[in-house]
Nanobody
Framework: QVQLVESGGGLVQAGDSLRLSCAAS????????MGWFRQVPGKEREFVAV????????EYGDSVKGRITLNRDNPRNTVYMQINSLKVEDTAVYYC?????????????WGQGTQVTVSS
């Protein structure tokens, strides 16, 4: 059974940086592209970023482009996303997700989410 567990969320101030982690189990981690999404109540889930299986390819959503550092550690089955220069509008629940192949949609497995709140 695939399990994805996010951590690192919390309350931060605008302008700060925050690093989220997602630890995977029950899956051959190197087979999975790993993505991050976020959602605010009442709004659609938004694509944030994705990293390919070998870490060589990354794609970012327009709202975070230029502010994200995305890496993965395959021996540790973990993906890391650092968001810099946080804005109040970055407040959301952040989810990590995994999929075979590569793309910005059709992710197969999801974590439970971690709340990020950015205060002004």
């Amino acid at each position: 059974q695939v399990q994805l567990v996010e951590s690192g969320g919390g309350l931060v101030q605008a302008g700060d940086s925050l690093r989220l982690s997602c630890a995977a189990s029950g899956v051959t981690f190197g087979d999975y592209a790993m993505g991050w999404f976020r959602q605010v109540p009442g709004k659609e889930r938004e694509f944030v970023a994705v990293i390919s299986q070998d870490g060589g390819t990354r794609e970012y959503g327009d709202s975070v482009k230029g502010r994200i550092t995305l890496n993965r550690d395959n021996p540790r089955n973990t993906v890391y996303m650092q968001i810099n220069s946080l804005k109040v509008e970055d407040t959301a629940v952040y989810y990590c997700a995994g999929r075979r192949g590569f793309g910005l949609r059709n992710f197969e497995d999801w974590g439970q989410g971690t709340q990020v709140t950015v205060s002004s």
